[in-house]
């Protein structure tokens, strides 16, 4: 079977993951394939922040959880060391779809990398808070951008789920 059609039918969701840090060939890799997304009229609205910064990934794990309504305490990160937060310039009309499409690539490209990802909601609302647009500001992050989402990566502390069986009529062919 083709190697990417192989990759799309085996990539998991996870949620647990150890603490190892990415090597750094391996992650810029996962990055170059976000890049290579296709987007509305190829305007490349999105951006990707990739942190590995421990401090600034604790941060972020504790706006969303306190999005959440979780205590601040709770990890909706599950233990990812790295955070490749996907933001969308809003003046695009196609922003969201644009960053969808990011970050598809990342989650693929970290599973074709032997690289468990996740992708975790709540990047919009982080970053529409005083607090996440501080955090743009802090990283010379200017513009109007809607946060699509985070896409969290690390080595899997575990087996990778199952696949979940495909819903009956999921296609419907028109000849």
Known sequence: MNEIIENMKTRRSIRKFKSDALLQDVL?????????????????SPVIIAVTNKELRDKLSAMNAKIMGKPEDFDPFYNAPVVLVVLADKSRPTHVYDGSL????????A???GI??????RAKETFESEEGK?????????GDYEGIGNC????ADGDEPKAHPIKDNYVYYVK
Do not use: F
């Not at 890049?35 to 490349?44: F, L, R």
């Open 28 to 44: 810029d890799r996962i990055l170059e394939a976000g890049t290579y997304a296709p987007t509305g009229m190829a305007a490349q």
């Open 134 to 142: 501080n955090i743009l500001k802090e990283l010379g992050i200017t």
């Open 116 to 121: 468990g990802s996740c992708w975790i909601h």
């Open 152 to 155: 969290v990566l690390g080595y």
């Open 111 to 113: 599973h074709s990398e």
């Open 102 to 109: 990011v970050m598809g690539n990342l989650m693929l490209a």
